[in-house]
Protein backbone atom coordinates (compact mmCIF):
# COMPACT_ATOMS: atom_id res chain seq x y z
CA UNK A 1 0.00 0.00 0.00
CA UNK A 2 1.40 2.91 -0.54
CA UNK A 3 1.61 6.24 1.51
CA UNK A 4 -1.76 8.37 1.08
CA UNK A 5 -0.33 11.49 -0.60
CA UNK A 6 -0.78 15.03 0.44
CA UNK A 7 -3.79 16.99 -0.48
CA UNK A 8 -2.77 20.13 -2.26
CA UNK A 9 -5.01 23.24 -1.60
CA UNK A 10 -8.34 23.76 -3.52
CA UNK A 11 -6.73 25.68 -6.35
CA UNK A 12 -3.97 23.28 -6.99
CA UNK A 13 -3.82 21.44 -10.53
CA UNK A 14 -5.12 17.72 -10.17
CA UNK A 15 -2.48 15.65 -9.65
CA UNK A 16 -1.87 13.29 -13.26
CA UNK A 17 -0.01 9.89 -13.14
CA UNK A 18 0.36 9.34 -17.16
CA UNK A 19 0.69 5.95 -18.01
CA UNK A 20 1.18 4.79 -21.93
CA UNK A 21 2.28 1.10 -23.53
CA UNK A 22 1.43 -1.24 -26.27
CA UNK A 23 -2.16 -3.10 -26.66
CA UNK A 24 -2.69 -5.22 -23.99
CA UNK A 25 -0.05 -4.05 -21.50
CA UNK A 26 -2.57 -4.14 -19.17
CA UNK A 27 -2.74 -0.22 -18.86
CA UNK A 28 -6.57 0.10 -18.59
CA UNK A 29 -6.90 -2.53 -15.66
CA UNK A 30 -3.78 -1.96 -14.37
CA UNK A 31 -4.86 2.05 -13.89
CA UNK A 32 -7.98 1.74 -12.90
CA UNK A 33 -6.74 -0.59 -9.54
CA UNK A 34 -4.32 1.83 -9.19
CA UNK A 35 -6.68 5.00 -9.65
CA UNK A 36 -8.85 3.15 -7.08
CA UNK A 37 -6.16 2.38 -4.70
CA UNK A 38 -5.51 6.28 -4.89
CA UNK A 39 -8.75 7.32 -4.56
CA UNK A 40 -8.12 8.99 -7.78
CA UNK A 41 -9.93 9.36 -11.24
CA UNK A 42 -9.18 7.11 -14.15
CA UNK A 43 -9.15 8.54 -17.89
CA UNK A 44 -8.67 5.66 -20.69
CA UNK A 45 -7.97 8.07 -23.53
CA UNK A 46 -8.43 5.10 -26.30
CA UNK A 47 -11.77 4.74 -25.51
CA UNK A 48 -12.49 8.42 -27.18
CA UNK A 49 -10.72 7.12 -30.21
CA UNK A 50 -12.60 3.47 -30.32
CA UNK A 51 -15.76 5.56 -29.78
CA UNK A 52 -14.97 7.62 -32.81
CA UNK A 53 -14.31 4.31 -34.78
CA UNK A 54 -18.04 3.17 -33.53
CA UNK A 55 -19.16 6.49 -34.35
CA UNK A 56 -18.01 6.54 -37.93
CA UNK A 57 -18.67 2.30 -38.10
CA UNK A 58 -22.14 3.84 -37.54
CA UNK A 59 -22.35 6.18 -40.38
CA UNK A 60 -21.37 3.29 -42.57
CA UNK A 61 -17.92 5.31 -43.40
CA UNK A 62 -14.81 4.09 -44.14
CA UNK A 63 -12.02 4.48 -41.21
CA UNK A 64 -9.32 4.36 -43.42
CA UNK A 65 -10.19 7.62 -44.94
CA UNK A 66 -9.29 10.78 -43.05
CA UNK A 67 -11.61 12.72 -45.17
CA UNK A 68 -14.54 10.56 -43.90
CA UNK A 69 -13.13 10.41 -40.77
CA UNK A 70 -13.06 14.09 -39.65
CA UNK A 71 -16.68 14.55 -41.59
CA UNK A 72 -18.40 12.38 -38.48
CA UNK A 73 -16.02 13.40 -36.50
CA UNK A 74 -17.93 16.63 -36.53
CA UNK A 75 -20.91 15.31 -35.07
CA UNK A 76 -19.20 13.70 -32.72
CA UNK A 77 -21.09 14.24 -29.06
CA UNK A 78 -18.73 12.28 -26.76
CA UNK A 79 -18.08 11.78 -22.71
CA UNK A 80 -17.01 9.49 -20.82
CA UNK A 81 -16.81 8.32 -16.51
CA UNK A 82 -13.71 9.29 -14.97
CA UNK A 83 -14.90 7.41 -11.96
CA UNK A 84 -13.01 4.24 -11.54
CA UNK A 85 -15.92 2.39 -10.07
CA UNK A 86 -18.64 3.52 -12.52
CA UNK A 87 -17.27 3.01 -15.64
CA UNK A 88 -18.92 4.21 -18.62
CA UNK A 89 -18.76 5.72 -21.88
CA UNK A 90 -21.54 7.44 -24.67
CA UNK A 91 -21.31 8.97 -27.95
CA UNK A 92 -25.36 11.04 -28.52
CA UNK A 93 -26.66 9.94 -25.37
CA UNK A 94 -26.12 5.98 -26.56
CA UNK A 95 -23.82 3.73 -24.21
CA UNK A 96 -21.20 2.24 -26.15
CA UNK A 97 -19.28 0.84 -23.14
CA UNK A 98 -19.24 -2.54 -24.04
CA UNK A 99 -19.41 -2.01 -27.84
CA UNK A 100 -16.54 -0.33 -28.35
CA UNK A 101 -14.56 -3.28 -27.44
CA UNK A 102 -15.84 -5.82 -29.93
CA UNK A 103 -13.50 -6.65 -32.73
CA UNK A 104 -15.15 -4.83 -35.70
CA UNK A 105 -14.28 -1.49 -33.85
CA UNK A 106 -10.96 -2.65 -32.15
CA UNK A 107 -9.75 -3.52 -35.99
CA UNK A 108 -10.88 0.14 -37.11
CA UNK A 109 -9.71 2.03 -34.75
CA UNK A 110 -6.03 2.58 -35.91
CA UNK A 111 -7.48 4.05 -38.62
CA UNK A 112 -9.66 7.69 -36.88
CA UNK A 113 -6.46 7.22 -34.21
CA UNK A 114 -3.92 8.27 -37.21
CA UNK A 115 -5.66 11.46 -38.29
CA UNK A 116 -3.91 14.27 -37.05
CA UNK A 117 -6.82 17.51 -36.54
CA UNK A 118 -8.51 14.24 -34.69
CA UNK A 119 -5.84 13.74 -31.97
CA UNK A 120 -5.42 17.58 -31.39
CA UNK A 121 -9.08 17.51 -30.45
CA UNK A 122 -9.31 14.66 -28.21
CA UNK A 123 -6.21 15.78 -26.35
CA UNK A 124 -7.93 19.11 -25.78
CA UNK A 125 -10.59 17.11 -24.55
CA UNK A 126 -8.88 14.99 -22.42
CA UNK A 127 -7.09 18.32 -20.63
CA UNK A 128 -10.39 19.66 -20.16
CA UNK A 129 -11.84 17.15 -18.69
CA UNK A 130 -9.34 16.49 -16.30
CA UNK A 131 -8.72 20.21 -15.63
CA UNK A 132 -12.37 20.33 -14.85
CA UNK A 133 -12.42 16.81 -12.89
CA UNK A 134 -12.68 18.61 -9.42
CA UNK A 135 -10.68 15.51 -8.62
CA UNK A 136 -7.07 15.12 -6.21
CA UNK A 137 -5.81 13.19 -9.34
CA UNK A 138 -6.09 11.42 -12.30
CA UNK A 139 -4.55 8.23 -14.03
CA UNK A 140 -4.78 9.02 -17.57
CA UNK A 141 -3.83 6.10 -19.98
CA UNK A 142 -3.17 5.77 -23.56
CA UNK A 143 -0.36 6.06 -26.21
CA UNK A 144 0.95 9.56 -26.09
CA UNK A 145 -0.04 10.33 -22.42
CA UNK A 146 3.56 10.72 -20.83
CA UNK A 147 4.76 12.73 -24.11
CA UNK A 148 2.24 14.20 -25.70
CA UNK A 149 -1.04 15.48 -23.75
CA UNK A 150 0.71 15.53 -20.46
CA UNK A 151 4.66 15.76 -20.88
CA UNK A 152 5.29 17.78 -18.01
CA UNK A 153 2.61 14.93 -15.08
CA UNK A 154 4.48 14.53 -11.58
CA UNK A 155 4.76 10.75 -12.72
CA UNK A 156 5.19 9.10 -16.37
CA UNK A 157 5.18 5.42 -16.63
CA UNK A 158 5.66 3.54 -19.56
CA UNK A 159 3.91 0.00 -18.78
CA UNK A 160 5.34 -2.89 -21.10
CA UNK A 161 5.21 -6.87 -21.41
CA UNK A 162 6.89 -8.94 -23.77
CA UNK A 163 4.64 -9.23 -26.78
CA UNK A 164 3.39 -13.01 -26.43
CA UNK A 165 2.79 -12.87 -22.87
CA UNK A 166 0.35 -9.83 -23.97
CA UNK A 167 -1.29 -11.63 -26.62
CA UNK A 168 -1.98 -14.62 -24.10
CA UNK A 169 -3.69 -12.37 -21.75
CA UNK A 170 -5.90 -11.12 -24.07
CA UNK A 171 -6.44 -14.46 -25.93
CA UNK A 172 -7.29 -15.74 -22.17
CA UNK A 173 -9.89 -12.79 -22.06
CA UNK A 174 -11.37 -13.05 -25.36
CA UNK A 175 -11.72 -17.24 -25.22
CA UNK A 176 -14.48 -17.27 -28.12
CA UNK A 177 -11.88 -15.74 -30.76
CA UNK A 178 -9.24 -17.96 -32.36
CA UNK A 179 -5.68 -17.04 -30.18
CA UNK A 180 -4.11 -16.75 -33.31
CA UNK A 181 -6.08 -14.17 -34.59
CA UNK A 182 -6.32 -12.40 -31.18
CA UNK A 183 -2.45 -12.31 -31.48
CA UNK A 184 -2.37 -11.13 -35.22
CA UNK A 185 -4.80 -8.34 -34.47
CA UNK A 186 -2.91 -7.16 -31.72
CA UNK A 187 -0.11 -7.11 -33.10
CA UNK A 188 -1.26 -5.75 -36.26
CA UNK A 189 -2.59 -2.65 -34.54
CA UNK A 190 0.48 -1.76 -32.36
CA UNK A 191 2.54 -1.69 -35.81
CA UNK A 192 -0.22 0.59 -37.10
CA UNK A 193 -0.27 2.58 -33.77
CA UNK A 194 3.32 3.38 -33.28
CA UNK A 195 3.61 4.59 -36.80
CA UNK A 196 1.72 7.70 -35.28
CA UNK A 197 2.98 7.53 -31.67
CA UNK A 198 6.40 5.98 -29.94
CA UNK A 199 4.93 3.81 -27.48
CA UNK A 200 7.40 1.37 -27.45
CA UNK A 201 10.16 2.93 -25.99
CA UNK A 202 10.10 5.45 -22.60
CA UNK A 203 10.77 9.54 -23.56
CA UNK A 204 13.69 10.45 -21.27
CA UNK A 205 12.32 11.03 -17.25
CA UNK A 206 9.49 8.05 -18.30
CA UNK A 207 9.48 5.38 -15.74
CA UNK A 208 9.27 1.58 -17.20
CA UNK A 209 6.93 -1.20 -15.19
CA UNK A 210 7.70 -4.43 -17.05
CA UNK A 211 4.58 -6.51 -15.94
CA UNK A 212 5.98 -10.04 -18.20
CA UNK A 213 7.13 -11.51 -14.89
CA UNK A 214 4.52 -10.27 -12.68
CA UNK A 215 0.95 -10.44 -11.68
CA UNK A 216 -1.41 -8.55 -12.03
CA UNK A 217 -1.61 -7.58 -8.13
CA UNK A 218 2.09 -7.15 -8.49
CA UNK A 219 1.99 -4.75 -11.31
CA UNK A 220 -0.83 -2.55 -9.59
CA UNK A 221 1.90 -2.64 -6.48
CA UNK A 222 4.93 -1.77 -8.91
CA UNK A 223 3.08 1.44 -10.55
CA UNK A 224 1.95 2.68 -7.17
CA UNK A 225 5.47 1.93 -6.14
CA UNK A 226 7.13 3.87 -8.88
CA UNK A 227 3.97 6.64 -7.74
CA UNK A 228 5.08 6.97 -4.31
CA UNK A 229 8.47 7.78 -5.16
CA UNK A 230 8.38 10.09 -7.55
CA UNK A 231 6.06 11.92 -5.53
CA UNK A 232 7.80 11.37 -1.73
CA UNK A 233 10.97 12.52 -3.92
CA UNK A 234 9.20 15.52 -5.02
CA UNK A 235 8.06 16.15 -1.48
CA UNK A 236 10.86 15.22 0.21
CA UNK A 237 9.64 12.28 1.89
N1 LIG B 1 0.46 -8.38 -14.77
C1 LIG B 1 -0.58 -9.03 -15.27
N2 LIG B 1 -0.71 -10.35 -15.09
C2 LIG B 1 -1.74 -11.03 -15.63
N3 LIG B 1 -2.73 -10.46 -16.37
C3 LIG B 1 -2.65 -9.15 -16.57
C4 LIG B 1 -1.59 -8.36 -16.03
N4 LIG B 1 -1.77 -7.08 -16.43
C5 LIG B 1 -2.91 -7.08 -17.15
N5 LIG B 1 -3.44 -8.30 -17.24
C6 LIG B 1 -4.62 -8.72 -17.99
O1 LIG B 1 -4.27 -8.54 -19.36
C7 LIG B 1 -5.42 -8.22 -20.10
C8 LIG B 1 -5.16 -6.95 -20.90
O2 LIG B 1 -5.14 -5.85 -20.01
P1 LIG B 1 -5.79 -4.44 -20.39
O3 LIG B 1 -7.06 -4.61 -21.13
O4 LIG B 1 -5.79 -3.64 -19.14
O5 LIG B 1 -4.66 -3.93 -21.38
P2 LIG B 1 -4.60 -2.59 -22.22
O6 LIG B 1 -3.16 -2.21 -22.26
O7 LIG B 1 -5.54 -1.58 -21.68
O8 LIG B 1 -5.07 -3.11 -23.64
P3 LIG B 1 -5.62 -2.30 -24.91
O9 LIG B 1 -4.62 -1.26 -25.23
O10 LIG B 1 -5.69 -3.34 -25.97
O11 LIG B 1 -6.96 -1.76 -24.53
C9 LIG B 1 -6.57 -8.10 -19.11
O12 LIG B 1 -7.26 -9.33 -19.08
C10 LIG B 1 -5.85 -7.89 -17.78
O13 LIG B 1 -6.60 -8.34 -16.67
N1 LIG C 1 -3.55 7.98 -26.29
C1 LIG C 1 -4.04 7.12 -27.21
C2 LIG C 1 -4.90 6.11 -26.86
C3 LIG C 1 -5.38 5.28 -27.83
N2 LIG C 1 -5.04 5.48 -29.12
C4 LIG C 1 -5.64 4.71 -30.19
O1 LIG C 1 -6.84 4.10 -29.74
C5 LIG C 1 -6.78 2.69 -29.89
C6 LIG C 1 -7.51 2.01 -28.77
O2 LIG C 1 -6.80 2.22 -27.56
P1 LIG C 1 -6.88 1.16 -26.37
O3 LIG C 1 -5.95 1.70 -25.34
O4 LIG C 1 -8.30 1.11 -25.94
O5 LIG C 1 -6.42 -0.14 -26.92
C7 LIG C 1 -5.30 2.37 -30.02
O6 LIG C 1 -5.10 1.17 -30.77
C8 LIG C 1 -4.79 3.60 -30.77
O7 LIG C 1 -5.09 3.49 -32.13
C9 LIG C 1 -4.17 6.48 -29.43
O8 LIG C 1 -3.81 6.66 -30.63
N3 LIG C 1 -3.68 7.29 -28.48
Not at 36 to 50: C, K, V
Not at 67 to 90: H, K, N, Q
Not at 192 to 221: N, Y
Amino acid sequence: MTEPLTKPSADAPVLVVAIDGPAGSGKSSVSKAAATRLGFGFLDTGAAYRALAWHALEHGSDTSDATAVLEVFGDFDYAISLDPADRWVRVGGTDVTAAIREPRVTDAVSGVARVPAVRQAVNDLFRRLVASSGLRGVVVEGRDITTVVYPDAPVRILLTAAPEVRAARRSAELTSQDAAAVAASLHKRDAADSTVVDFLSAAPGVEVVDSTHLDFEQTVDAVLHVVDSTMGARDGR
